[in-house]
């Protein structure tokens, strides 16, 4: 039996809008995230989720409410899928980073791991996020479907982790826009795949970075 993860970006904040660094700064959605909260619970609803699992900053938690109101399901709430923690870039705008931060902002571009500025390693976000998605897969039997809302960074890093995907590849991988989603699939003899990436119910168009 076939277990399917959907693991979903939160909707739009103001602090996306204005390329805002959130990481785990508690910003709510807006009026813009609210509606793609909603578009995209229209088309998840139809996977039949059997479990909703969220991080417990608002913009998550609200992204997911708007699917546990279409399922009747109730949200457990997992500390373990905040957003990577920006340190001493959280409150600031990309451009602000470039200008104060510039060697770690390169850093960051490069992929580096430890980029400085009391920023969380992608080692430690990868290993906390998966060992969150690997508990919410467990709380249905083999074959069900769980969804698990979180964040930009989290989800690439914590989905790369599961997936045993080396840094270089995990790279690859565009940023999710607000309120898509990856599907992986599980079963005992193939272990975690990867069945969709950055899927939604909106046309394509840039996103924010994952922050």
């Given at each position: 039996m076939t277990t399917r993860l959907i693991v979903w970006r939160h909707g739009n904040t103001d602090w996306n809008a204005g390329h805002r660094v959130q990481g785990q700064t508690d910003v709510p959605l807006n009026d813009l995230g609210r509606q793609q909260a909603v578009d995209a619970a229209e088309l998840l609803v139809r996977m039949r989720p059997d479990a909703l699992v969220a991080s417990d900053l608002c913009r998550a938690a609200d992204t997911a409410a708007a699917l546990a109101a279409l399922t009747g399901l109730s949200v457990s709430y997992d500390e373990r899928l905040r957003e990577r923690y920006f340190g001493l870039w959280q409150g600031l705008t990309m451009t602000e980073?470039?200008?104060?931060?510039?060697?770690?902002?390169?850093?960051?571009?490069a992929g580096a791991d430890d980029i400085g500025g009391e920023v969380e390693t992608l080692d430690d976000l990868g290993?906390?996020?998966?060992?969150?998605?690997?508990?919410a897969a467990e709380l249905?039997?083999?074959?069900g479907?769980?969804?698990?809302?979180?964040?930009?960074?989290?989800?690439r890093s914590g989905v790369g982790h599961l997936l045993g995907w080396p840094g270089e590849q995990l790279r690859t991988l565009r940023a999710l826009q607000n309120c898509h989603w990856v599907e992986l699939t599980h079963d005992t003899s193939r272990g975690w795949q990867l069945a969709t990436y950055n899927v939604g119910p909106f046309t394509d168009r840039p996103s924010p970075p994952p922050v």
């Open positions: 980073v470039t200008q104060t931060r510039p060697e770690e902002y390169a850093l960051w571009k290993k906390r996020v998966s060992e969150a998605l690997q508990a249905v039997e083999p074959g479907t769980v969804v698990v809302a979180t964040h930009g960074a989290a989800i």
